[in-house]
């Protein structure tokens, strides 16, 4: 395949992705008036342009269709997160609900629930996760507490700045406001 193609679709990737980002609606109107190909511009050999349609590797209702299945992912994730909140006793090291979680073992139990493999502390989750703004992150998503250049705490953001997190011995998993500034939150690819 050669650098010609590989451009061709990569734009088809970005108009397929750009139903992820904010906007959703706006993003679902560009991808359909596109009539589900993507034009873009090859130069030919003899310095001549002409127009080329590539179909994009995925239609504007798959894109939809997933996005829609991630959603609904996420917030199956953030309701069974809830599920612990006041029943299972915070342990450092712990990572079942018999044993007691620490906060990453909470959160590593929660995905794994769901089929998905994360990494086992807070520090190599917030590496694995992909990096998001506040304004795209869904309840479902994780929500990582800094200290300066490290990681120190995660927990499972509920949405309207809520978090369930597995706090300390004496209060064991909470629901809570998140209540610093000092945040970033990621998502994993559903």
């Not at 992820?20 to 706006?26: D, L």
């Amino acid at each position: 395949m050669n650098s010609k193609n590989i451009m061709g679709y990569g734009v088809a990737a970005i108009v397929a992705l750009a139903a992820f980002m904010p906007g959703r609606a706006e993003a679902s109107a560009r991808t359909k008036s596109l009539n589900h190909s993507v034009a873009f511009y090859e130069r030919t050999a003899s310095r001549e342009h002409r127009m080329v349609i590539r179909e994009p590797a995925v239609s504007g209702n798959q894109v939809m269709a997933a996005y829609a299945r991630a959603v609904i992912l996420d917030h199956r994730i953030a309701t069974y997160a809830r599920a612990f909140v006041g029943r299972v006793r915070y342990v450092w090291g712990g990572d079942s609900p018999v044993t007691g979680f620490d906060c990453s073992g909470l959160t590593l139990w929660v995905y794994r629930h769901f089929g998905k493999v994360i990494p086992r502390t807070a520090e190599e989750q917030y590496r694995a996760f992909h990096q998001i703004a506040l304004a795209r992150a869904r309840p479902g998503d994780l929500v990582f507490f800094h200290w300066g250049p490290w990681v120190y705490h995660v927990g499972v953001y509920e949405g309207h700045g809520k978090v369930v997190a597995a706090a300390d011995e004496e209060e064991g998993i909470r629901y809570e406001s998140i209540w610093t500034r000092a945040v970033s939150f990621g998502t994993i690819t559903h």
